[in-house]
T-cell receptor, first 109, second 115 residues
Framework: GQNIDQPTEMTATEGAIVQINCTYQ??????LFWYQQHAGEAPTFLSY??LDGLEEKGRFSSFLSRSKGYSYLLLKELQMKDSASYLC??????????WGAGTKLIIKP | GAVVSQHPSWVICKSGTSVKIECRSL??????MFWYRQFPKQSLMLMAT?????????EQGVEKDKFLINHASLTLSTLTVTSAHPEDSSFYIC???????????FGPGTRLTVL
């Protein structure tokens, strides 16, 4: 079956760095997405990786290793507004998104 | 970036009534749209894939007669929750696949509360 694993909850301090991991097993692979979702809102796109390596976009970076079925989202210089759920999703061979359960990130002052 | 709208953004209805939710892609044509449901503190769950001009494909466990999907044009898909019950109360989110096939753009979601 298809499976995506990510930690349920993480806590970090304002100004620090946090890494959210995601491992996946899917039928086919057409890219991995990271989304941010604040409570009561729809997900917003953060990053897309389809080739191995690190993609950097401001304070957020995303890494992919296809051979290991592994990705991480790195958030630097954490701000209180970064408190949200972070969803990892993989696009399978049918171009459908398979979702992880999401990681709730709590930022403390 | 591409914009997808949903209407209404929230709705409260009585048990037994039907509710229609609209999903529109505002600046691109979407042959495929997706309907998701999200219960509190849970991840998005795909309900169905809506293809323009053909029947929707429902995920296992989703009742097609209860959740009616119509994708009559390249910019509009509708989800009708028929005979809604309190357990149908949820956050319903649509997304539209762009013509390249690689991207999904999400609507803002519709909060349904069934009393």
């Amino acid at each position: 079956g298809q499976n995506i694993d990510q930690p349920t909850e993480m806590t970090a301090t304002e100004g620090a760095i946090v890494q959210i991991n995601c491992t996946y097993q899917t039928s086919g692979f057409n890219g991995l997405f990271w989304y941010q979702q604040h409570a009561g809102e729809a997900p917003t796109f953060l990053s897309y990786n389809v080739l191995d390596g690190l993609e950097e976009k401001g304070r957020f970076s995303s890494f992919l290793s296809r051979s290991k079925g592994y990705s991480y989202l790195l958030l630097k210089e954490l701000q209180m507004k970064d408190s949200a759920s972070y969803l990892c999703a993989v696009m399978d061979s049918n171009y459908q998104l398979i979702w992880g359960a999401g990681t709730k990130l709590i930022i403390k002052p | 970036g591409a914009v997808v709208s949903q209407h209404p953004s929230w709705v409260i209805c009585k048990s037994g009534t039907s509710v229609k939710i609209e999903c529109r892609s505002l600046d691109f044509q979407a042959t495929t749209m997706f309907w998701y449901r999200q219960f509190p503190k849970q991840s998005l769950m795909l309900m169905a894939t809506s293809n323009e001009g053909s029947k929707a494909t429902y995920e296992q466990g989703v009742e097609k007669d209860k959740f009616l999907i119509n994708h009559a044009s390249l910019t509009l898909s509708t989800l009708t929750v028929t005979s809604a019950h309190p357990e149908d109360s949820s956050f319903y989110i649509c997304s539209a696949r762009d013509p390249s096939g690689s991207w999904q753009f999400f609507g803002p979601g519709t909060r349904l509360t069934v009393l």
